[in-house]
């Protein structure tokens, strides 16, 4: 390890360390030829700055932190690869935790991110957080925090979403402008926002379409959303309605658990049971029939959330006033043949 200090460098050249450390800074009242002196001795003698010593007198650690409940799904994954980009387009290095949907992991998490003095924390919440003082003590500490997909609307923070409502009612109106009249729900667990707006949008669309809510069609995905999720449910719907024509699935992780559980039970999808996915993950265009969905655009949701974030940290650091504010994305529907039905 080098330890090169500024006085090795000053020393080397017969100068001071104060004009060593101005010429490492770009000061004006160094002259050029002092300056690239200076430069050309710190490369020949591998100097690296103080990151600590740096952090200390700037206030910063140009680290943010991320805090996502899974990292193997699809949507997170491209989540993450725009945090990514946009934090290195923008000098900021990032910390990547995972609170496997567990609440308790999550708060855990929040309080090294800021043990390490993190600049700024990008979250999407677990399924299991109903509690928000964990978020609020680091906006108290003047630590920005932006929330990303999974939200929590009570907390005063900037925000970036899709309208999971408006996503899910297009969705279900699809399914019944094609013909289909008995649609099941495979929902969320009953606390995370995305779940409670999905629902709502199917229940709506059914009701503006004059189809009667039947509160037996609606399943509760209760092992995060995945694929056993799908699987376990679709065997108790078929026990209980032999006569369902079609299921939307909150993730499509749930959707390919249905299609598998068709498939080895001989029921055909989409002749006698459509299935509708949510996120478009890159399975669903692997799984026999082809998945439809919804598009819900993860890179740019994690490219728009970074940048909220260090923008907001700029604005601190320079003491400027910060507006929160709730970027909406647009989502779209990916039609496929799990849906392609004649009737």
């Known amino acids: 390890m080098n330890d090169t200090k500024l006085i090795d460098i000053a020393s080397a050249l017969g100068i001071s360390v104060t004009t060593v450390s101005k010429a490492l800074k770009g000061y004006t009242d160094i002259s050029q030829s002092t300056r690239a002196k ?11 700055p103080n990151s600590v010593a740096v952090n200390l007198r700037t206030n910063e650690t140009k680290t943010i932190g991320v805090i996502v409940p899974a990292t193997v799904h699809h ?8 945090i990514l980009e946009e934090a290195e387009e923008r000098g900021y290095m990032v910390i ?16 090294l991110l800021l043990q390490k003095r993190v600049d700024g924390i990008l979250m999407s919440l677990s399924n299991e957080t109903d509690d928000f003082s964990h978020i609020n003590e680091a906006i108290r500490k003047k630590t920005p ?10 907390v005063d923070c900037s925000k970036v979403v899709i309208n999971d409502m408006k996503a899910a009612y297009d969705a279900v109106t699809y399914l019944i402008e094609k013909g289909y009249k008995k649609i099941a729900h495979f929902r969320g667990s009953y606390v995370p926002q995305n779940s409670i707006d999905r629902f709502l949008g199917y229940k709506k669309a059914l009701e503006d379409h004059n189809i009667v809510y039947d509160p037996s069609l609606v399943y509760v995905c209760d092992h995060n959303t995945d694929f056993e999720d799908g699987y376990e449910n679709a065997k108790k719907l078929i026990e209980d309605h032999d006569d369902v024509d079609a299921v939307f699935a909150i993730t499509d ?5 249905i299609i598998k559980y068709f498939n080895d039970n001989k029921i055909k999808t989409p002749e006698q049971v459509a299935v509708f996915g949510f996120s478009n993950w890159f399975m669903s265009t692997v799984i026999s029939p082809k998945l439809t ?14 940048a909220i974030l ?30 392609q039905r004649t009737l």
């Open 75 to 82: 949507f997170f994954s491209s989540v993450l690869n725009g």
């Open 145 to 154: 925090v932006v929330l990303f997909d999974k939200i929590a609307k009570r």
């Open 253 to 257: 992780l749930v959707a390919i658990g």
């Open 310 to 339: 260090i923008d907001e940290i700029t604005q601190l650091k320079e003491h400027l006033p910060v507006v929160h504010q709730t970027v909406v994305l647009p989502t779209y529907i990916i039609e496929r043949e799990s849906t």
């Open 38 to 48: 200076v430069i050309e001795m710190a490369d020949k003698m591998n100097y690296m």
């Open 293 to 306: 969905t919804i598009d819900q655009p993860g890179y740019d949701i994690g490219y728009r959330a970074a």
């Open 96 to 111: 990547i935790l995972q609170s496997s949907e567990k609440y308790e992991l999550e708060k855990k998490q929040v309080a």
